[in-house]
Structure formats: C-alpha cells, structure tokens
C-alpha cells in the first residue's frame, strides 16, 4: 500500500511546488550566482559531508545511519521558502536553491543513498538499487512532477495562481499523513528509536544551520542571503526522503531519522526565525539587494 500511496503523495507534492515556480527563478540563478553558489555546495556537498562524519562517530543501527544519509541528501522543501520569508531573508534566493536542487536530486540521491548503503550497511546495494535505477524513480516521481507544474504556471498562469493555494494545503495534509505513517510503522519500539534518530537528528540540524550561516557569512552578499542559505540547508524534503527509504528498503528503520528530522526542524526552525526577528530590521528598513 504504501509503495502505491507514498510516490502519489511525493509526485503531488512535487506538483504543488512546480505550480509556485517560474522560469525566472531558474535565470535568477545565472545573474546572480554568487550566492546561489554558496547555497548549493552547502547543501548538496556539506550537508552529506556533515551527515556522514557524524553518523559514523556515532553508535547508530547501520539503517538508522542510513536513513540520517537519506534525509542529509534531500533537498530543501517549499516550507524553506515560507519560513524564509517569516524570517526576513531572501525568498527569492530560496526558491531558486529549492528549485534547482530538488531537480538535480535526480542525481545527488541515488549517489548519496548507494554510496551510503556500501558503507553502513556491509556490502553492495545490488541489481535493485543501483543508481541509475534510483535515478529514475526520483526522476518520476520529483522532477517530472514539478515540472509539469512549472510547465502550467507558464502556460496558465491564471489558474495556476488560483489553484496554488489549494495545492499547497494538499500537500501539508499529504506530509503530515507520510509523517504519521512512517512512525506509525515503527510503532512497537518507536521510543527506542526516537530517542536515537531523535538526538542525532537534531544535532545534524542545529549544526548545519549554523554552519552554513557562518559560510555564508564569508561568502554570501548580505545578511538576508545568509538567513536564506541556512534555513535552506536546515529545512528537508521529509517526504521524499520517507518515499526513498519506503521505495528502495520498504521502510522500517529506515524511515526513522526521516520522520524525527521533519518534526524536529520546524522547532529549530522557528526558534531560530524568533531570534533573527528580534535583530533584523524590517523589510523595508532592509538595504536594497546586490544586483
């Protein structure tokens, strides 16, 4: 059931983000690629890279592991793009990284997911999940998606503009129900393995957020672009990891750290947004943007 459900749910999802996207927000990234650059090297490079150092210092089942390199390789979701704005950063620049990175998933999961099941789970991943095969099912049930969305809110705008919003509650009912599925899953020892993906989870979180701040603060053009970079790097497509995990390994363990991290980033997220509030200027008050 859930190998039928999960990839209508993420395709949905997809779908709904698509329909918010412009080609604009695709040239976006040639004209101003300074920060965008920073953005994606810190999410596609760091943020595995940071992933994978913790999980292998800590004492981890090898599929909770691999569920922490699961989420680590998944890119930002639309609520990035919502809790930037709340944040006062550049929303913009967040679409853009939202954008590109869930297209070029098709490329930078299977690569993280196969590299990571050698490593902790004790052998290869075989016939079934190589990475081309991997590929595709990201690129049917993530990219196609949203592009299609992308391809209507250019061909239609009109429509697209008022069926959005009705998309994006879709899409929040259909992640909360993944959610509650993928615990649900577990439920005979999930207070066993909450309380292990759970800490290493939040660690991974509250770390890259910070680092990528402090990147961004040596290389991005301003403090609204750092705001941007570092919610990005900290708000994962929970959903398409919970359906990679599900997909390729029928879930269980698996999905764990998937679950724990959509939960646990929203807190951080909006303690961290509470306290950029209290010393960033108003939007107004803000100096224009580096052109």
Known sequence: MAEVVLPIALAFIMFALGLGLTFDDFARVVRRPRDFVVGALSQILLLP???????????????????????????????????????????????????VISLLSVITIPLVVVFSYNQFMGGDVGADVSVAKTAISVFVIVTIPALLGLLLRHSAEGFALRFEPLARRISTWLFALVLAGAIYQERASIVEYLAQAGLVTLVLNVVMMALAYLIARLFASGIRQRVAISIECGLQNGTLAIAVATLLFGGGLVTVPAATYSVLMFATALVYIAFLRQRMPAPQQVADEVV
């Open 49 to 99: 890279a940071v992933a994978f150092l913790i999980v292998s210092l800590w004492s981890l089942p090898p599929e909770l592991a691999l569920g922490v390199m699961i989420i680590a390789a998944a890119p930002g979701g639309v609520t990035s793009n919502i809790l930037t704005a709340f944040a006062r950063g550049d929303v913009a620049l967040s679409i853009s990284l939202t954008a």
